[in-house]
């Protein structure tokens, strides 16, 4: 009996004795968060210092946490926390979402599309956020301010069917996304709908606005039906407001509210105020002033200290490795035994017998190599149709404008490897650069995107006829490069820019002369007018604008950017169906609702650019006020109005052109007309220039006589009444409601 007794103490005992060490050792890996006796948890996430949910918990207001007793959840002002971070200064919330919902297209529903969100001491995180917007019939504003001054900007996404969509992708196509600017504190979301979701209800019945973590927002089929009414989103913190010296990488310990404990240091915040980082070797919450602690790397494993008969040695902040009983460290620093010396010398033997061999075995992988480079470039170059332009190129021997096919290394050396700094424009189809050829020729190249392997010979049919395009207003083709999986086209370089650049950027602010305007319209005119007329086959743009117009060092213009130009059949009467492309702003809306191509698209498209040359505005801008983001649609309002001269640029105006400009004013209504059959062709827009241009100052011209346009686009049929910019009427507004839709920007 008495030696079970003691049999059954000593195992009591032992077990004392795990829970005393169990309980230790948790106590030496945990780490404080909070301050002394404050709750540091509220429905399961951490409120760690500077933050708190009780009085004397926080280190102010702005850091002050509230437990939400019914649900159980921490609250930040009216929004729930997800997480607090202490090491990345941020703090999730779910922020909640604007919509504007139709259960039918004439019955409002839910119609919050207002979403507030009012920061007054975080800053909204431009990193690790982004603005989207969800919807068929869609625009969304994210309003805001920066230096005392609103600002707006946003996205929108019209469709028409949910086939469209493309899942996972937020690209345009029933979503659409957009950054947010750096510092901002408080900000309105607003979701609307274009038509009251009349087409799009029954698979699309509402409007979203809302800003979400990156990569936390999947969008697919399914989220045009609903979405939470919350999404998750980051705020940055930091302590304090001071402000930093740019480029400062430590701050000062005497700030106001410098706040950070023992084995920590100070860094600047880029929104203002500092925040706090353990030192490295030390763990837990630098605002409390214990609160980071050593880490012992030998015990968590996180030191290098592996080698054989080494042993690792904990030292405050750090560590240091430590050679067993009898022995030392070598020059290498591994623990090796006085009598290791010969396995020293035999395993530097092996050591170069190995380095030989892997030489030899690099210069067999060169070599292996080069012939796979070769063997892939010729495959590119069949792929990309090489057989086929050769072929064709040995039926033009005689051409002095016959295509040249550049290597992947001319290109290469042309470009410095494809140097980032010889980059001079992006677009929705490919990079340009810069490019020096060996005879001192300067060109500009073109990555295109990957060509569709099914239209092989259309577009080697489309080199063809682009190198053999030989007019003063048109970047000429050089040559191409098929020996690559993206096919390179090479141009000419034209070095003064874009026309949107010349009468648009800032730092290129001038006063452009009238005449100087009229003669790059007309040269851009006869440019468009040799390509439907005078090409064989003839040639649709599809991209007209002023930033596709290129200026050379005489400011001659030169038409660019055939990426998305279609060649017309000989044979071809109709209109072409194609997918939808183009500039919002310039695109002509008949060919928007029809997906018909015809000629009197790229019509429409010069008509905006010739506003744009007369007024000096963008074809399209939200800094304008609501009533003049689109530039056709404010023009035409402003010619039925009878303010023309309102609404010109400055100082291009006088007695002796004055009837000039309401003539070439009079031409880009009838560019703009909505149906394509009642607008003129290039070839007659360019003649109307060029008799304009000849036009003498002192002659008098009738402007009444070719003015009925603007009544046609206006609201009312081409045969009703005869509109004069010298003469207001009053007419219906049907008609300048649906251009306003066809004209909304997509760059915002």
């Known amino acids: 009996m008495g030696f079970r007794f003691h049999k059954m103490l000593l195992q009591v005992t032992w077990v004392g004795v795990l829970l005393s060490v169990t309980t230790y050792a948790s106590a030496v890996l945990s780490y404080p968060s909070a301050l002394p006796n404050c709750q540091n948890s509220c429905g399961g996430v951490e409120i760690p210092y500077p933050f708190g949910m009780n009085q004397g918990c926080y280190l102010d207001e702005s850091f002050s946490i509230t437990c939400d007793n019914s649900t159980s959840q921490p609250m930040y002002g009216d929004v729930i926390v997800k997480n ?100 901002l504190k408080s900000i309105v979301l607003e979701a609307h709908s274009f038509k009251n979701h009349t087409n799009v209800w029954r698979f699309n019945p509402c409007s979203y606005a809302f800003i979400v973590q990156k990569d936390n ?22 302590i304090g407001n001071e402000t930093w010296v740019v480029g ?113 075995s690099s210069w067999l992988y060169l070599i292996v190599n080069q012939r796979k480079l070769m063997k892939l470039k010729q495959r590119f170059f069949q792929q990309n149709g090489g057989l086929i332009l050769q072929q064709q190129l040995s039926r033009q021997d005689n051409s002095t404008n016959v295509v040249k096919i550049f290597t992947t290394e001319e290109l290469e050396k042309a470009t410095n490897n494809y140097d980032e700094n010889l980059i001079i424009g992006r677009g929705g189809f490919g990079i340009v650069y810069k490019g020096f050829l060996p005879d001192d020729r300067i060109v500009a190249i073109k990555k295109s995107k990957i060509v569709d392997e099914s239209q092989i010979e259309q577009f080697i049919n489309e080199v063809v006829v682009l190198s053999q395009i030989n007019h003063m207003n048109v970047v000429k083709l050089l040559g191409c490069c098929l020996e690559t999986q993206v096919p390179l086209l090479v141009y000419e370089f034209v070095p003064n820019g874009t026309l949107f650049e010349y009468i648009h950027h800032e730092s290129k602010v001038s006063i452009v002369a009238w005449e100087t305007r009229l003669r790059i319209a007309t040269e851009s005119a006869e440019a468009l007018s040799y390509l439907h007329s005078a090409a064989s086959p003839p040639i649709i743009h599809r991209d ?65 650019v010739l506003v744009e040359l007369l007024t000096g505005k963008k074809a399209i801008s939200f800094d304008r006020p609501e009533e003049e983001r689109s530039l056709a649609l404010y023009f035409l309002s402003s010619l039925k109005e009878n303010r023309l001269f309102e609404v010109l640029e400055k100082n291009i105006a006088n007695e002796e052109n004055a009837e000039q400009l309401k003539e070439v004013s009079n031409l880009a209504t009838r560019c703009l007309r909505l149906t394509g059959e009642d607008r003129p062709n290039m070839k007659e827009v360019a003649m109307e220039l060029q008799g304009l241009r000849k036009m003498e100052k002192h002659l008098g011209v009738n402007v009444g006589s070719n003015l009925g346009e603007t009544e046609y686009l206006l609201g009312g049929p081409s045969d009703s009444r005869e509109y004069d910019v010298s003469n207001k009427i009053t007419t219906g507004y049907d008609s300048v409601k649906h251009h306003v839709m066809l004209a909304f920007d997509d760059g915002r």
Request: proline share 3%; charged share 15%; aromatic share 8%.
């Open 84 to 183: 607090i971070s202490i090491e990345d200064h941020n703090i999730e919330i779910l922020a909640y979402t604007a919509r504007d919902c139709y259960n039918d297209p004439s019955a409002l529903v839910n119609n919050n599309n207002n979403s507030t969100l009012w920061s007054q001491y975080f800053t909204i995180s431009d990193t690790q956020n982004v603005f989207v917007a969800v919807g068929c019939d869609t625009y969304a504003y994210l309003v805001g301010s920066k230096n005392s001054k609103s600002f707006s900007l946003g996205c929108m996404s019209v469709c028409v069917d949910s086939s469209n969509v493309v899942n996972g992708s937020c690209s345009g196509i029933g979503c659409c996304q957009t950054k947010i600017p750096k510092g």
């Open 217 to 238: 927002f999947n969008f697919s089929a399914d989220s045009l039906q609903s979405l939470p009414g919350t999404m998750p989103m980051f705020l940055d913190w930091a």
């Open 248 to 360: 400062s990488k430590a701050c000062a310990v005497n700030t106001q509210k410098y706040l950070c404990g023992g084995n920590s240091t100070c860094k600047p915040s880029e929104n203002g105020g500092h925040f706090c980082l353990c030192k490295d070797g030390y763990r837990g919450n630098p605002y409390l002033k214990d609160g980071c602690r050593d880490i012992d790397e030998c015990k968590e494993g996180n030191n290098n200290c592996t080698g054989k008969n080494t042993n690792c040695a904990n030292d405050p902040g750090s560590y240091h490795c430590v050679c067993s009983v009898g022995y030392h460290f070598d020059d290498e620093g591994a623990c090796v035994h006085p009598s290791s010396n010969l396995a020293i010398k035999l395993a530097i033997g092996i050591g170069i017998c190995i380095i030989a061999m892997l030489v030899c």
């Open 544 to 608: 007209v604008k002023s930033s596709n117009i290129l200026l050379d060092d005489k400011h001659i213009a030169k038409v660019s950017d055939f990426g998305t130009s279609r060649l017309v059949p000989l044979d071809q009467t109709q209109a072409i169906a194609t997918m939808v492309q183009g500039t919002f702003g310039y695109l002509d809306p008949e060919y928007l609702h029809t997906s018909q191509l015809t000629e009197k698209s790229d019509v429409y498209s010069f008509g905006v």
